[in-house]
């Protein structure tokens, strides 16, 4: 593989809202991010990505721009954000922002221009199509409920959007429209971004006969996904894109990629590809269904594991994906992927264990490394998440009663992961001095950055012995670029998997059962690299792991 200057380094995500907040308004903000640099670099981060802080009416966080050349003034400003760019640089960390090019706001220069005059110039910076019979032009549903398609008052347009209402698609059929984005992308790689991550980037090739598609709802209505699947040459668009500014730059980029062909994978990380690298959400599939909540799926432990062995063996030889647990659209690992006797310390670290050192770019979402939970409310109106309350309509409009309707939303809401990060035991858990912007999560007082820095056994010291060992000078080659070899497949509940190359074996040993279980070696243990707490030496031939431990050992290599 062609060495690239982000090989090996982990990366952390940060949700300004809930991150850190410096002046009281209950915001997370820049100046935030800046006092907490160096517990970034203490954890061993090299990368962080900000999810979105330009200008934008926040009605779906950020993710709904209104000017891509602003910062939005509850964050701070253009001279703060400046200034943590030149922090983080002299702390060695490299800072990547979100880039929502898929759609904007409907408070946009650009759409207001079009709104105004759906056949102007700026019309064609959108999907503007005429219905048809008075109705909208097909049944595609939005990915947060209902039509995708827009009325324009006073005419027989509509206009489209995948996401909110407020988020109309903006049109990369036009070159005008590619050209501006492009020269902003580049604004911003010329003040000292490192990269990208790309959102929700397959959604912007249209079928544009807009066709109609067998429903998949009562209402006669089809997941926009149905189109995104179907559709050929999403391709063209990302070659273009990554030609005009990420190459030229060497940037950084990781792509939120759902709906790609299997075989296609080369074509975005691969050495010639698109992007970097992005997310492996094969782990979030598995459990979800994409579109509604309620069509929850069934799976167990060993589907969970065969689903991370089969991601990494795809990605062998072709690229490396960015490997997650957890980041702002979904819940929190430790509620969403262990089973209850699992949802404690040692499971934390036992998750923790089998997605760090996976081949690949490990992505950190915040509050992560202390282990923080679900936050479940006691009624659909203290959320505040656009896609929790139309999820919520969605399974009452299925036959779920309220109270089931909740439970799903207890259970999958994105303001599980959304909650402020839990930074001491103080009031408002030192998030804020105000009143926080979204409800904090009560365990708090257990959970915090403060008691676990004080405690050795915690997960965030966890953490830091992982990370550290991840880039140690002796094994960051092997975890790199070492292969991934799945071991001990049939063994029920144990995750485990070999990384290897010409100067290691390493194997990593997780026991995700409920009960005790004996593991046979065929090599002997060189040295244990790392135990998440209760392994005494073991010389024999096989070691003995507890439910939930986890364990690193350094294999003698055969001779051969
Ligand atoms: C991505 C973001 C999500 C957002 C959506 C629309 O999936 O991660 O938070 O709601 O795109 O921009
Ligand atoms: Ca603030």
């Known amino acids: 593989m062609k ?4 090989h090996g380094k982990v990366a952390y995500q940060i949700y300004p809202k809930s991150f850190q907040d410096t002046n009281g308004d209950g915001i997370g903000d820049l100046r935030g991010i ?55 640089k002299k702390r060695g960390i490299f800072i990547i922002m979100d880039l929502v090019i898929n759609h904007c706001s409907d408070q946009h220069e650009w759409f207001q221009k079009a709104l105004a005059n759906p056949e102007g110039e700026y019309g064609k910076y959108f999907y503007f199509v005429k219905g048809k019979n008075g109705k909208e032009p097909n049944n595609w549903r939005s990915y947060f409920g209902g039509s995708v398609w827009e009325p324009v008052k006073g005419t027989d347009y509509y206009y489209l959007h995948f996401f909110a209402k407020e988020q109309p ?30 959102d929700a980037i397959m959604n912007i090739k249209k079928d544009l006969d807009f066709p109609s598609y067998e429903p998949d709802s009562e209402d006669g209505t089809v997941h926009v996904t149905k189109m995104v699947e179907s559709v050929e040459g999403v391709e063209e668009y990302l070659k273009e ?51 509604d909540w309620h069509q929850e799926r069934q799976w167990t432990m060993d589907d969970w ?34 089973p209850p006797y699992a949802q404690n310390k040692q499971g934390a670290k036992a998750i923790a264990t089998v997605s760090l050192l996976l081949k690949g770019i490990p992505f950190i979402y915040q509050g992560q490394e202390i282990g923080m939970t679900n936050c479940p409310m006691d009624s659909i109106d203290q959320y505040d998440d656009i896609s929790t309350k139309d999820q919520y309509e969605e399974a009452l409009k299925a036959g779920l009663s309220e109270e089931e309707a909740l439970k799903i939303c207890q259970r999958f809401s994105r303001d599980n992961a959304r909650t402020p990060m839990q930074w001491s035991e103080e009031e408002q858990a030192g998030f804020t001095t105000g009143k926080p912007w979204l409800f904090i999560n009560p365990n708090y007082k257990e959970i915090n950055v403060k008691a676990e820095e004080e405690d050795v056994d915690s997960i965030l010291n966890y953490y830091k012995k992982l990370i550290a060992l991840r880039k140690s000078k002796e094994y960051i080659h092997t975890f790199t670029y070492g292969k991934f070899l799945p071991v001990y497949e049939e063994k029920e509940g ?36 790392l135990s998440n707490g209760y392994y005494e030496e073991q010389k024999g031939d096989y070691v003995e792991l507890k ?9 003698k290599q055969s001779v051969q």
């Open 494 to 529: 144990i995750v485990a998997y070999d990384r290897e190359d010409e100067e290691n074996k390493i194997r990593v040993l997780v026991n995700l059962s409920d009960h005790v279980s004996q593991i046979p070696l065929e090599a002997p243990i060189e040295e244990v690299l």
């Open 169 to 198: 698609d903006l049109n990369w059929t036009n070159k005008e429209l590619r050209q501006k984005l492009y020269d902003m992308i580049n604004w911003w790689l010329e003040k000292g971004l490192a990269g990208f991550r790309i």
């Open 241 to 291: 894109l990554n030609e005009q500014t990420f190459k030229k730059y060497d940037a950084f980029t990781v792509g939120e990629v759902f709906n790609m062909k299997k075989e296609q994978l080369g074509t975005f990380i691969g050495e010639e590809g698109v992007f970097s690298t992005i997310f492996d959400f094969s782990q979030h599939i598995l459990t979800q269904e994409e579109g």
């Open 547 to 555: 439910s939930c431990e986890a364990i690193v050992l350094k294999l």
């Open 3 to 6: 060495k690239q200057w982000w």
């Open 34 to 88: 800046i006092n907490r640099l160096d517990y970034l670099k203490d954890l061993g981060i090299d990368i962080i990505w900000i999810s979105p802080i330009y200008q934008s009416p926040f009605v779906d966080q950020g993710y709904d721009i209104s000017d891509y050349y602003k910062i939005a003034k509850e964050f701070g400003t253009m001279e703060e954000l400046e200034e943590l760019l030149s922090e983080a």
């Open 305 to 338: 594991k065969k689903t991370i062995y089969s991601a990494q063996e795809e990605a062998e030889g072709i690229g490396l994906y960015a490997n997650i647990l957890e980041n702002h659209d979904e819940p929190r690992a430790i509620s969403r992927f262990l």
